[in-house]
């Protein structure tokens, strides 16, 4: 088996701000990140897959149809929008990174087989970094 791993950006605002918690809970929670006005970020999205080689291409997955599919689920509905207000599944769910992966999971995999519809190539690994020093990974 192969893994193939593409690596996609786009930024994004947010503000993490919990419903169920008081101001002062989300203010100590979040810190700066609870700023009324959000702030932003410049994401890197990462997405593997795996499968064997194709013996007619030589390749693991169609790394167009995959492009395309991120862009359509990913990308377009989340580059240059604040989270929150822009993005329906975040009205109500704190846009925490580990959030957005698990967003990011759910989208690709209601469209996958759609996209690839063989056993092959599989989605593996989605691993999204915020920051330079935080990366939420889900195998």
């Known amino acids: 088996m192969i893994r193939l791993t593409r690596r996609y950006r786009f930024s994004a605002s947010h503000r ?5 918690l008081s101001e002062a809970q989300n203010r100590e929670l979040y810190g700066q990140c609870n ?3 959000g702030h932003g ?3 890197l999205l990462e997405v593997g897959v ?4 194709d013996q007619r291409s030589g390749r693991v997955a169609d790394v167009d149809a995959l492009d ?3 862009a359509g689920e990913v990308i377009r509905p989340f580059d240059h ?3 929150n207000q ?3 599944e975040f009205a109500s769910t704190v846009p925490t990174a580990e959030n957005l992966a698990l967003e990011v999971e759910r989208r690709l995999r209601a469209r996958w087989s759609g996209v690839f519809p063989g056993e092959w190539p599989r989605l593996e690994r989605i691993r999204i970094w915020e920051t330079k020093r935080n990366a939420i990974e889900l195998p």
């Open 16 to 20: 993490l701000h919990s419903q169920q």
């Open 35 to 37: 700023n009324p006005r």
């Open 41 to 43: 970020h410049d994401y």
């Open 50 to 53: 795996r499968g064997p080689v």
């Open 68 to 70: 395309g599919l991120v």
């Open 81 to 83: 929008r604040n989270l």
């Open 86 to 88: 822009d993005v329906a």
